[in-house]
């Protein structure tokens, strides 16, 4: 493959991964009228804060808002190239270190690992 096919395809993979947010509505909890409420670890969170929990489901950060709706930053979604192959996410690091990798070797067998977060 030669440099100009493999900044091509540099670009493609870069331009293909984008960052997914979500929103994660009604985050209230009765006992607690002034914070946001993360049911999936129990947490409280003030307005405008972040929290990045480590081990869950979910490799993401959760911004409270003040009308009570998380905004939820998550891994980004990718493309996988011929030469590369997805290596698992890292459950014991916060985001966006959990996000999982790509792992890719040129045509000469050198390896590139590649973040796939936002």
């Known amino acids: 493959m030669n440099a100009i ?9 870069v331009g293909s991964a984008f960052a997914f947010d979500s ?3 009604n ?4 006992d607690v009228p002034d914070k946001c409420y ?6 409280f ?9 480590i ?3 979910r ?3 959760y911004t409270c808002r003040d009308d009570f709706v998380f905004l939820v930053n998550q891994c980004s979604r990718y493309m996988v190239p011929e030469n590369c192959e997805v290596l698992a996410r890292d459950s014991s690091q916060a ?6 990798k790509l792992r890719c070797v040129d045509e000469n067998g050198n390896v590139d690992i590649r973040n796939t977060s936002g």
């Not at 985050?27 to 009765?30: G, Q, V």
């Not at 993360?38 to 947490?43: E, P």
């Not at 985001?95 to 999982?100: A, G, L, M, N, V």
């Open 45 to 53: 969170v003030e307005f405008g804060e972040t929290l990045k929990p």
């Open 27 to 30: 985050a209230r909890h009765p």
């Open 23 to 25: 929103y994660l509505p």
């Open 38 to 43: 993360l049911k999936v670890t129990g947490d």
């Open 5 to 13: 096919n493999l900044n091509f395809l540099l670009i493609l993979v």
């Open 55 to 57: 081990g869950t489901e």
């Open 59 to 61: 490799c993401a950060q």
């Open 95 to 100: 985001y966006p270190d959990c996000c999982p």
